[in-house]
């Protein structure tokens, strides 16, 4: 059971180009999220999805698309790429069951992707 | 909006030391969580309280939500170098929101 894993690790981009960030789970989660960490600033919600072919806006959504396509996978793309984007962008997934008490699921989050736009 | 408050940013102790970091929202919240971030790793899930007044422990760690469910603390007894890290405590107004992420505490244990 891998978990929660990213591809790449690192990238380096410069600015203009484009690249897609893929995160897949093993846990059969519904929800997936994606973050970005910045220095004094946690973790900010980029955009999320509750299911297979739905995705939704988060805190900071301009400059990324994303995709939903598979249960398993959630795609995160820089269609053009700045360098206020330089981040480590980190994947999570819940089961998807909040609302069934008062609790909310527990985020399980990926490696992260260290990415630099010079 | 919704606002995540934790202080310190910073802390730094000598090991043996207590430690605490608190955390406070604007609004009432369904409940609260605890995530620790070791230096270039990821963060991973410490405990969630839920109900008015809660207190947990985990070993050295002893997590409180207030009895106004607007703020928590999380409290380390004697702390070990093991315990470097960010803290972040992480809110939802209801168990179907979005969660949002505090900034964080970050941890330093001097030996």
């Known amino acids: 059971n891998a978990g929660v894993t990213q591809t790449p690790k690192f990238r380096v981009l410069k600015t203009g180009q484009s690249m897609t960030l893929l995160c897949a789970q093993d846990?059969?989660?519904?929800?997936m999220y994606w973050y970005r960490q910045d220095p004094g600033m946690g973790l900010r919600l980029i955009h999320y999805s509750v299911g297979e072919g739905t995705t939704a806006k988060g805190e900071v959504p301009d400059g990324y698309n994303v995709s939903r396509l598979k249960k398993q996978n959630f795609l995160l793309g820089l269609e053009s790429a700045a360098p206020s984007q330089t981040s480590v962008y980190f994947c999570a997934s819940t089961t998807g069951l909040a609302g069934a008490w008062e609790g909310t699921d527990t985020q399980y989050f990926g490696p992260g992707t260290r990415l630099t736009v010079l | 909006g919704q606002q995540v408050m934790q202080i310190p940013q910073y802390q730094h102790v000598q090991e043996g030391e207590d430690f605490t970091t608190y955390c406070n929202s604007s609004?009432?919240?369904?409940?609260i969580q605890w995530y620790k971030q070791r230096p270039g790793g990821h963060p991973v899930f410490l405990i969630q309280?839920?109900?008015?007044?809660e207190v947990k422990k985990q070993k050295r760690l002893t997590f409180q939500f207030g009895e106004a469910k607007k703020n928590s603390s999380l409290h380390i007894t004697a702390t070990q170098t093991t315990d470097v890290g960010t803290y972040f405590c992480?809110?939802?107004?209801?168990?179907?929101?979005?969660?949002?992420f505090g900034p964080g505490t970050s941890l330093s244990v001097i030996p």
């Open positions: 309280l839920v109900k008015s007044g």
């Open positions: 609004t009432t919240l369904s409940n």
């Open positions: 846990m059969n989660h519904e929800y």
């Open positions: 992480a809110q939802s107004k209801t168990s179907y929101d979005k969660v949002i």
